[in-house]
């Protein structure tokens, strides 16, 4: 059925003699060039990629919604998931239909909350490893986007395959990056080179993508024969069978879960504390007003699950931080018959963002929205719309581990607040990139101070 509206119009956007600009703009810098189309355009900015399809840019809560949740029936994952697809396959992210709905079934019980709670000792545990190394490295400046990409791998990888990980962070963390540049030059140019050609470039994605199938398959193995002894989604994995055929999950369907965990699991998280705790230097009365709630609640070094859940304020840092700098900074669809957002005609087969960085920034949602105000979120304070903060995505396809993440970042922040006091390093650039997720691109150089 053909739901366009007749009276719905064109969605503006630059003009054909515009395009090479826009076009150079997005090689130089992608996130930036998608954050500017979206606001000068807002609520949906349109730009052609190629001549059969255009990308749509929505900034509104009402679009969010209306693509994610009450019309997600009419939308597909995006075109552009494909292009991570040489790395995570068909695992959860990126799979559609049955297999998708079968797979997000079958991980439910390992996300539950109840679950969830008998992870804490574990993720405590990992913290405490990071704070000691953090003690012996004494004042020297440090990468805490390192720490933080090391510690939250360590607890993925401990949680989800009972493997300590973390060690292999460095190389992970550079796979990813080289990924993740090669997917948005992908996306945004016109002329492809395809990923068989043996470009220098298509040579280091190969090699990437190679170690990090070397890693996942070393897990398989390791597993093998002994899946019954643990209780993990590794084995949950390796022990399942479809309810009709009684068939057991590919190796290859296997591999694309883990590459899928590997990466969701951890990139994100450690975004999202690399992002706050960067938001806590440069504003001391906030991070004074946390010390003090920390120092209250918190009776030990390392918040036990109890005292997480009093960590109130903790809360409305991260929501502050998560409006700021979404890891998740944009969330791609494709409607599969011609739609309307926002009184705007969407035809079928294009791409539509719907970044929950737009709608973060939008100054028509948000008051003053570049400013840091963990208060926006305080009890006495109306909740925003369902979808003016929506990091973890929504409707059907909703992040599966948004309660492992926020436990996970209150308890490792609340732990590093307990103990150090973070400062930025005079004259460290701190510059957002955009890619898969949103990310510090020169990390964050801070120099750590004993508290306690
Ligand atoms: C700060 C942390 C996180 C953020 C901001 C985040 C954000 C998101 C978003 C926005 C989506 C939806 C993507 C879409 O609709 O296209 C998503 C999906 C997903 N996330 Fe997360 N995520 C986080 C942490 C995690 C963790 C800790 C895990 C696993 C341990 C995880 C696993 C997944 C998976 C498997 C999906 C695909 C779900 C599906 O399609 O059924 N994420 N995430």
Redo the contacts with the bound molecule.
């Keep these: 059925m053909l739901q366009r509206d007749t009276a719905a119009h064109r969605a503006p956007g630059p003009d054909f003699l515009e395009l090479p600009t826009w076009f150079l703009r997005f090689k130089d810098n992608t996130f930036n060039a998608f954050v500017t189309l979206a606001r000068e355009y807002s609520p949906v900015a349109r730009f052609p990629i190629s001549p059969k399809r255009s990308l749509f840019l929505c900034s509104t809560p009402e679009g969010a919604q209306h693509v ?1 949740q009450d019309n997600h029936k009419n939308y597909r ?1 995006a075109v552009t ?1 494909n292009f991570i697809k040489p790395v995570v396959g068909e ?3 990126t799979s559609h239909g049955d297999l ?1 709905l079968r797979q ?1 079934r079958l ?1 439910a019980p390992i ?1 539950h909350r109840r679950r969830i709670q008998s992870y804490a000792a574990t993720m405590a545990e990992t913290t405490e490893e990071l704070l000691e190394r953090w003690e012996r490295h004494g004042e020297a400046p440090l990468d805490i986007a390192e720490s933080m990409s090391q510690v939250t791998l360590s607890i ?1 990888g401990k949680l ?1 395959f009972n493997r300590d990980i973390g060690l292999e962070s460095d190389w992970i963390g550079d796979a990813l990056v080289l990924l993740f540049r090669d997917v948005n030059q992908r996306i945004m140019s016109p002329l492809r080179v395809p990923r068989s050609v043996p470009t220098p470039q298509n040579r280091r994605v190969q090699k990437a993508i190679e170690r990090l199938e070397k890693l996942v398959y070393g897990l398989i193995e390791e597993r093998r024969g002994r899946a019954e002894e643990l209780d993990d989604l590794l084995s949950m994995f390796m022990l399942a069978e479809d309810e009709e055929t009684g068939e057991k999950m590919s190796d290859e369907q296997i591999r694309d879960e883990l590459m ?2 590997i990466i ?3 990139d ?2 450690s ?2 504390l690399s992002w706050a705790l960067y938001l806590l230097s440069k504003h001391p009365g906030v991070r004074r007003r946390l010390e003090e709630e920390v120092d209250d609640v918190v009776s030990g070094q390392i918040p036990t699950f109890e005292e997480v859940r009093k960590l109130d304020y903790l809360e409305q840092v991260i929501d502050e931080t ?1 409006r700021l700098f ?3 900074w944009t ?3 494709e409607p599969i018959e011609d739609d309307v957002i926002c009184g705007y005609h969407i035809p079928a087969g294009s791409i539509v963002s719907v970044g ?1 960085y737009f709608v973060h920034h939008n100054a028509d949602v948000w008051d003053n929205p570049e400013g840091f105000d963990p208060d926006r979120f305080a009890p006495d304070k109306d909740r925003p719309p369902r979808y003016a903060h ?4 929504g409707g ?7 309660d ?2 926020i436990l ?2 209150k308890l490792i922040l609340g732990a590093i607040i307990r103990r150090f006091r973070l400062d930025l390093l005079t004259g460290h650039i701190i510059e957002p990139e955009g890619t898969v997720t949103l990310y510090p691109k020169h990390g964050i150089q801070m120099r750590l101070r004993r508290r306690s």
Excluded: D, Q, S
């Design positions: 994610l994952k998931y695992g959860l992210l998708w997000r991980v996300f993925a989800l899928t965990f969701a699991g951890h994100t998280t975004n999202l998560f979404p890891p998740a969330v791609e669809r929950p929506f990091p973890f995505g059907p396809r909703m992040c599966v581990g948004a492992f993440a996970e970042a």
